[in-house]
Nanobody
Framework: QVQLVESGGGLVQPGGSLRLSCAAS????????MGWYRQAPGNERELVASITSGDSTNYVDSVKGRFTISRDNAKNTVYLQMNSLKPEDTAVYYCNAVLRVVASNFYRNYWGQGTQVTVSS
């Protein structure tokens, strides 16, 4: 009923940049917060950045000053601009959206399928 489709992952050298995109589609009535999480092998999934419907943002300390989250409400899309990438940023990145579908009174969490980001020389 709802799909979150991510794109933009890949292999990049340390110090490089990538831009992730995540488009939500389906019978969507309203989207509240959107965000990006990541999970490296052997680690728990962690919140990287989030953005509310009012464009308030939040970042994990390790990416502050390097990553920027933004959203285009007309396209139901959230972006993550990642600059000055480090090997420790290597992980699968997941898109998340808290949204309400048509004919529902409740907001629920939805997840994308994940996109691999590898930072290596």
């Amino acid at each position: 009923q709802v799909q979150l489709v991510e794109s933009g992952g890949g292999l990049v050298q340390p110090g490089g940049s990538l831009r992730l995109s995540c488009a939500a589609s389906g019978r969507i009535f309203s989207i509240n917060a959107m965000g990006w999480y990541r999970q490296a092998p052997g680690n728990e999934r962690e919140l990287v950045a989030s953005i509310t419907s009012g464009d308030s943002t939040n970042y994990v300390d390790s990416v502050k000053g390097r990553f920027t989250i933004s959203r285009d409400n007309a396209k139901n899309t959230v972006y993550l601009q990642m600059n000055s990438l480090k090997p420790e940023d290597t992980a699968v990145y997941y898109c998340n959206a808290v949204l309400r579908v048509v004919a529902s009174n409740f907001y629920r969490n939805y997840w994308g399928q994940g996109t691999q980001v590898t930072v290596s020389s």
